[in-house]
């Protein structure tokens, strides 16, 4: 099994490098996060999101799992798979989820929206879509699993967790009519009819699912959702999301043995960006950041929330790629960059006590962090229609190489454009 997974505050772009791998593979699974995730996708002059589904969808020969460390919102996937389906797409046939993957209730919304206006100015920049609320629960064993929906009480035991639910929102909300919105019942109908209409759909032990697949000696793909270091472990805790973003979530988050894990997919920016709040080393606040974020249409693909912009970052990056093992480095948007004359990259950072670091401290929320840059020389437009590494501008492969010496990592893949086909990739792109 390989994993591909994003290596700085996500929106790196694993959508379009799934679908462009996907042909390499038989197996696509998803391994953690939910509708909190958007993987964008470009082909055929159309862009496509992806919230729950594995990027590998568009592929009819390829097997996609939604493993058990995913949270599923039925009601978005509803409406996700029926999109699919306008577009001709056999989900039936190719879709599996794992009866283990934790439900996400209209309540959880709920309480995901009144915790974070209870944080007020300490506020995390959630998404709201339930995340945070699914997961206590998933921790408190007290959560539903998708495989639940399958027995006779299912009903009572959803009953049973709106009620803890509900006592939860009486101690942050005094006001008893606010507690619920208007349309409550309607949302519940809308959540049960959502329910049945995923019964229609494969539901497996996807631990024993992909083991068969590895040894039928089939491909598997694991596909992470956020990044590295919004990984609730080694993120910038407590501004991270809810589960592990990193190469060893892929194994609780699957059911894999780490034994079974061979190439490790890092995909990074050629800059840096954030949605939401915590710290941000190399977020500028000027006009170089607002061009970044133009040039890049640096956009949330869930929330649509503007993107905070800034250079890239090599403590970060070397950080990620140590905690994840990467074997091979993949740079996107780096036709972002052509319009700027000059190109920073943080090298270090220097701390309130005058030390200079190339390693992430344990408070980097609080710590005030100055960052040491090196400049470059921007690049010009990279043609249409080049092969290999050897036809990039010159800048580019000076900023390749030096990435490169300083992470400890080669870059084999380059993506320039939303498109398939604006990729070059090197010849020693492994899949084993």
Not at 34 to 45: E, I
Request: hydrophobic share 40%.
């Amino acid at each position: 099994m390989d994993i591909l997974l994003g290596l700085q505050w996500g929106d790196e772009g694993k959508g379009k490098i799934v679908d462009f791998l996907a042909p390499k593979y038989d197996v696509v699974a998803r391994f953690q996060g939910g509708p909190n995730a958007g993987h964008t996708l470009f082909f055929d002059g159309l862009k496509h999101v992806l919230h729950q589904i594995p990027s590998g969808i568009f592929r009819p020969t390829i097997q996609n799992v939604v493993g058990n460390g995913v949270v599923l919102d039925a009601l978005i996937l509803k409406k996700e798979i029926e999109a699919l389906e306008k577009l001709g797409v056999d989900v039936k046939k190719t879709l599996f989820f794992s009866k283990k993957a934790q439900l996400i209730l209209p309540t959880h919304r709920i309480l995901d929206a009144a915790q974070e206006k209870a944080k007020g100015n300490n506020k995390i920049g959630s998404t709201l879509k339930g995340i945070s609320p699914t997961y206590q629960d998933k921790i408190g064993r007290s959560g539903l699993r998708l495989g639940d929906a399958l027995y006779a009480n299912f009903k009572e035991r959803y009953d049973a967790t709106k009620a803890k639910h509900l006592e939860i929102l009486r101690s942050l909300n005094t006001d008893e009519e606010s507690i619920l919105p208007a349309d409550f019942s309607e949302i519940e109908n809308t959540f049960f009819d959502a329910i049945e209409f995923l019964k229609g759909f494969k539901m497996i032990e996807s631990e024993y699912f992909i083991d068969d697949a590895i040894k039928a000696k089939k491909k598997v793909l694991a596909e992470g959702a956020q990044g590295t270091l919004l990984d609730i472990d080694f993120g910038s805790y407590p501004f991270v999301t809810s589960s592990n973003t990193v190469s060893a979530g892929a194994c609780t988050g699957l059911g894999v043995a780490p034994s079974k894990v061979k190439e490790v997919f890092g995909i990074f920016k050629a800059y840096c960006t954030r949605v939401g709040s915590g710290p941000f080393p190399t977020e500028l606040h000027d006009e170089t950041g607002e061009a970044l974020r133009k040039f890049g249409g640096e956009f949330g693909a869930t929330t649509g929330r503007p993107r905070r912009c800034g250079w890239l970052d090599l403590p970060a990056l070397n950080y990620a790629v140590m905690i994840n093992g990467v074997t091979q480095l993949f740079m996107m948007k780096t036709d972002v960059l052509t319009p700027f004359d000059e190109i920073k990259v943080c090298t270090h950072y220097k701390l309130e006590d005058g030390t200079i670091t190339d390693r992430l401290p344990h408070d980097i929320v609080t710590q005030k962090i100055e960052p040491v840059y090196k400049t470059f020389k921007g690049w010009e437009d990279i043609a249409d229609g080049i092969t290999s590494f050897e036809e990039l501008p010159k800048n580019l492969q000076t900023y390749i190489k030096f990435v490169e010496e300083n992470v400890g990592a080669s870059i084999t893949l380059v993506s320039f454009g939303p498109e398939r086909n604006a990729t070059l990739m090197k010849s020693e792109l492994q899949v084993v």
